[in-house]
């Protein structure tokens, strides 16, 4: 194991959620890599949206709460430029070796990936609030 991947293992933390036998590989690579780095980057995902918000729709602070997860929804799943942007900052902190399998069932993982990332950015919309008063 390189020293660069050590020093992502040992920073980004535990695997968050049950991992067993019966598990999947999709949800093993899951609950091993993805959750403990989208954990990580949680900060940097509520910033880099915040300027998403301010580049593409300032009116977003005047919609209704079911708007506006309907517009993190869209964003993330509309906007390959942005999307892709997300998705960078998740593979980046990847060993070799989780990198290697994730390319292996890259579109399956995308797709969690994704998933997962609406889910954190929903949880998280009261933040987005914050960016209204600043």
């Known amino acids: 194991m390189t020293t660069r991947d050590r020093y992502i293992i040992e920073n980004r933390g535990e695997a968050l959620g049950v991992v067993t036998e019966q598990s999947s590989s999709?949800?093993?690579?899951?609950n091993v890599t993805l959750r403990p780095i989208l954990k990580l980057q949680n900060d940097l995902f509520v910033d880099v949206?915040?300027?998403y918000i301010s580049?593409?729709?300032?009116?977003?602070?005047s919609y209704s709460n079911e708007k506006k997860l309907q517009f993190i929804d869209n964003s993330i799943q509309k906007d390959i430029k942005f999307r892709n942007?997300?998705?960078?900052?998740v593979i980046?902190?990847?060993t070799i070796n989780e990198y290697q399998d994730y390319i292996k069932n890259s579109s399956k993982l995308n797709k969690r990936?994704?998933?997962m990332l609406i889910e954190r950015l929903k949880s998280n919309i009261l933040?987005?609030?914050t960016?209204?008063?600043s």
């Open 92 to 94: 980046g902190l990847f």
């Open 85 to 89: 942007s997300l998705k960078g900052m």
């Open 55 to 61: 580049k593409h729709k300032n009116d977003f602070y």
């Open 127 to 129: 933040l987005f609030d």
């Open 26 to 30: 999709e949800e093993k690579f899951q």
């Open 131 to 133: 960016q209204q008063a």
């Open 113 to 115: 990936m994704m998933n």
């Open 49 to 51: 949206f915040k300027n």
